[in-house]
């Protein structure tokens, strides 16, 4: 899912939703007309098996890592969310109705991230791992005075990082840049917190990049199905890092969190990518964030080199479980951009080696709203993990990804700055 935010009065959109509220779109595709109980919700968590989640919780949940969730406000009351949202830990700046979640985005992904699966709810990726709330004023908010008193995308990114914690989950995008926003991320990055962001769901209307998924040093997320097929409604170009799990997700329908329905869009997928990286970092206390994200790209399902990143998967596909089943993964240099050439800096520069800029309050402008997107999906490229057991796990499958190729798709040999 994912909720588009508003930047100087432009849309921006959540990646994941049930439906688009007057210029908002969520950054999920969209939510079936028919809801899911709650009793059976977990069922409906596909992604948790094909992850093989049983088997990573043996070496981590996620204990001792906080995940800041930029949206919509999250409900710590759900029966799923109780005892993981540190609404304390919010900074002063960002504590307006913060727990007042206008769309019920903000809470699902919470709950797709930590959440416990208590009282039959959502069973979050990493359920030991805590969420720090950070509310901003999506146009999805008709309350105009609300909104006003609402942070902007780049005084919420600003609060995440003055936050304690590692994590920064972003599910929503504008296709419009805005300077104030990519200084807010340079300064989160600064600060050594790992950012990850709903690449967008305009895949098949029109595919404009979107931002903060193309600002330097955020990680943006593509979204597969069960089989490892991307979304057609997925954003790609080189501008995909990697890619997670999208389709077909359990979430709450709306504000009265009474039922779950099935969503589908990138909003999911960067909630995913931020417990996977939850994970690992519980696992690994002593990594930064460059050493967390090159373990997740060094790992991730491709059958394409390295160092040659698709456009729809990126990387490729997080396979989390590849890091910590290896005690002795080397994630190689502590101060070493893993996506430089993305991020347009040379090898040796690293922003998290330097001294953080002045945290200067950002100037008010409307935030984005996070896009949500439907239809089929694309026959793009598949993931089944090539294990050492016989349980389907994501691979990229050859065939499809010759069909990418003919589609005029292919794969990026090189690719140029997020701003170029």
Known sequence: MGIALLTRRNAIRLSAVCSVLGTLVITSAGLAPG??????????????????????WKHSTGKGVKVAVIDTGVNPQTSSLKGQVLVDEVPDAAKYHVTRDYVGHGTSMAEIIAGTGA?????????????????????????????????????AIRAAADSDAKIINMSFGSEYYEGEEEDAVKYAASKGKLLFASIGNGGDKGN???????????????????????????????????????????GWCDTTFT????????????????ASAALVWSAHPDWTANQVLRSLIDTAGRTWPKGKPSKYLGYGLMRPRLVLADKNFDPGPANRDPLAAENGTAPDEDITATKS?????????????????????????????SGSDNTQTWVIIGAVAAVLVIAGAGFAVKRARRNA
Not at 35 to 56: G, I, N, P, R
């Open 357 to 385: 800029p002045a945290a200067s309050p950002s100037a008010k402008t409307p935030a984005k709203d996070t896009g949500s997107s439907g239809g089929p999906t694309s026959a793009a490229a598949k993931d089944a993990d």
């Open 35 to 56: 809801a899911a109980a709650s009793d059976d919700v977990q069922s409906k968590q596909w992604y948790l098996d094909v992850m093989h989640a049983d088997e990573m």
């Open 259 to 274: 039922k779950y329905c099935d969503t589908q869009g990138t909003s999911n997928a960067s909630a995913i990518a931020s």
């Open 119 to 155: 009282g039959g709810g959502i069973k979050g990726l990493a359920p030991g791992a805590k969420i720090i709330p950070i509310r901003v004023g999506l146009d999805a908010l008709k309350d105009r005075e609300e909104r006003a008193k609402s942070l902007t995308s780049p005084e």
């Open 208 to 250: 404009k990049r979107e931002y903060p998924s193309s600002d330097p040093y955020v990680t943006g997320v593509a979204a597969v199905d069960k089989a490892g097929t991307v979304g057609n409604f997925s954003t790609y170009g080189n501008y995909v890092d990697l890619s997670a799990p999208g389709l077909n997700l359990p």
